[in-house]
């Protein structure tokens, strides 16, 4: 029935729960499947509580871990009955810690903390491992709802709790489970709390480093499946430390696809923060690139949207550092339609759990239900007007952008001045028109691709020189213009020219040398600008006539 099992079938409820633990053991997922679903049958017949409770906790975890979050709903609400009438606490426990995972899932987390809380109160009352295995759900539900802080306490318990428990076969494993989930609940509150930085060896990252240290052999030699956990973990740890883990790093990489889609998704998530931290505090966007490369391969197969979600955040970042804007773009793209497409997935499962509610209640469920869908209908309203106005802005500002610079154009301070004019209030502005002197020799000699370099350059350090409130912008071939708050003195206008010439030029060709002229008038606000650009025109003419590389004022 399943690889690693040999003989006849179980006689007994318990012995088909053990065999899907022998199946689970052997990755053989769908023999543990069928071996819970028939000791839950057997156990039911015989009217064992105790077993129907952990066969129902096994078989439900299975099913979430295969996406089937619906039916492993419906198979713990058929539970709940039978819990009330169990006398098992360690069964009880154990139940009631799971059902709280699943209602997590569905976002109830009103309910799933208090049942969590309710498995750790039950479990204490006997103690042992099953109080070990409450501490770890409820620590686990705690960082997958964002409660980092909460959830660092109950794994210290379960250690705690692991000292008074006899030793037996799989102590050394949940030993080290806990000190690696422990050690990853420190690192991404010290991630929490200080955000993307370097922070050195603080005592939460020393503590975090030395639990992985102590977890990773025997983790690797006795239940190698968990192995990622401690070295994803283990690096991103010392990353924040400032510490790069070569050994780390190649064992990432060396996972293959069927590995990584094994993993849990609060390690790739994990993953893909360290992916994130290398690129923006490292500058590592090589190591970065490549690890969201690696998890992007098996996103066909992920079908945990919110995850995808940050994975396309993480991507666009690492892009924008890259510097890649339109990769950076398309992901963000990405992020956004994925945490969209997330919440109208949680509204259809709860559309569909509430169609299988009884029919006593459905008068109040079809009109919740009318709700719920038209609230995914806004949803997806929302999601394609917020994508359009995206694009519309992204249009707006490619109009607005001259090509070749990313500065201005001349459509932007056409509406720029139409906007001024209109302004009661008279301000002075100071415009000022910069001309590239012997632009065209320029072109001539070192080829129209330097020219075009030339200006992109000149573009950037009038951008530079310019304050947050000036608008600078590309008026045509050569010519800038710059629109100054205020009246600006020639000091600070020839200061600009005197950038442009110190700027180095050979850099981008050899010999190459470039100077500009500057011509500039006062314009007050409300009066006609053609009057005042006309004068700077005339003003950047004198500056060209009296030799070039030089501002004419008056």
């Not at 998530?269 to 970065?288: L, M, Y």
């Amino acid at each position: 029935m399943a690889t690693g099992t040999s003989g006849s079938a179980p006689d007994t409820a318990l012995g088909w729960l053990e065999l899907s633990w022998h199946c689970e053991d052997f990755c053989d997922r769908p023999g543990a499947v069928a071996a819970a679903r028939s000791g839950l049958e057997l156990a039911r017949h015989q009217r064992d509580a105790a077993a129907v409770l952990r066969l129902t906790s096994q078989l439900a975890r299975l099913l979430d871990r295969n996406k089937e979050t619906m039916e492993s709903l419906e198979v713990l609400r058929v539970g709940e009955a039978w819990a009330r009438r169990c006398s098992d606490k360690m069964a009880v426990a154990d139940f009631l810690s799971i059902y709280s995972v699943q209602i997590a899932v569905m976002g109830d987390f009103g309910r799933s903390v208090p049942l969590a809380n309710q498995a750790v109160a039950t479990a204490a009352r006997v103690g042992g491992e099953g109080l070990f295995v409450a501490l770890m759900r409820l620590g686990e539900l705690r960082l997958s709802i964002g409660r980092v802080t909460d959830a660092i306490q109950p794994f210290r318990d379960c250690l705690e709790v692991l000292e008074t428990v006899p030793p037996g076969p799989n102590s050394t494993f949940r030993s080290c489970y806990a000190r690696a989930i422990l050690a990853a609940a420190l690192t991404e509150d010290v991630a929490q709390r200080v955000g993307e930085r370097v922070v050195g060896p603080i005592p939460a990252l020393q503590e975090a480093d030395r639990l992985l240290t102590k977890a990773r052999e025997p983790v690797e030699s006795l239940v190698p499946v968990h192995a990622p956990m401690v070295f994803v973990n283990l690096g991103r740890c010392r990353a924040m430390m400032g510490i790069t883990d070569a050994e780390c790093r190649e064992r990432l990489f060396g996972l293959t696809s069927e590995q990584l889609l094994s993993c849990p998704d609060r390690l790739l998530n994990t993953a893909i923060a360290w992916a994130r931290f290398e690129a923006t505090v490292n500058g590592d966007v090589a190591f970065a690139r490549g690890l969201l490369e690696k998890i992007r391969s098996i996103m066909p197969m992920w079908r945990t949207l919110l995850w995808a979600a940050s994975f396309h955040e993480a991507s666009a970042i690492v892009h924008r550092v890259d510097g890649r804007p339109d990769a950076a773009w398309a992901d963000l793209l990405e992020a956004f339609a994925a945490e969209r497409a997330d919440r109208a997935h949680q509204i259809d499962l709860v559309i569909e759990m509430a169609e299988r509610m009884d029919a006593a209640e459905a008068g109040r469920r079809r009109e919740r239900l009318a709700s719920l869908r038209v609230a995914r209908r806004e949803a997806k309203l929302r999601t394609r007007n917020e994508k359009l106005n995206a694009e519309r802005q992204r249009l707006t500002q490619d109009a607005l952008t001259d090509p070749l610079t990313r500065i201005g154009n001349r459509r932007l301070l056409e509406q720029t001045v139409e906007t001024l004019e209109r302004r009661r209030r008279r301000g002075m502005v100071t415009v000022a028109i910069v001309d590239i002197d012997h632009f065209k020799t320029i072109n001539d000699r070192f080829s129209h691709q330097i020219g075009d370099r030339v200006i992109a350059a000149v573009a950037r350090q009038l951008v530079a020189s310019s304050r947050p409130s000036d608008l600078c912008v590309r008026w045509g071939g050569e010519e800038f213009l710059i629109l100054f708050k205020g009246i600006v003195s020639a000091r600070r206008l020839d200061s600009l020219l005197d950038d442009i010439q110190d700027h180095a030029w050979a850099e981008i060709a050899e010999g190459l040398s470039v100077t500009a002229s500057l011509g500039a008038a006062a314009w007050a606000q409300g009066d006609p600008f053609q009057a005042a650009l006309t004068l700077a025109d005339k003003r950047l003419y004198m500056a060209k006539f009296l030799g070039r590389n030089r501002v004419v004022m008056a």
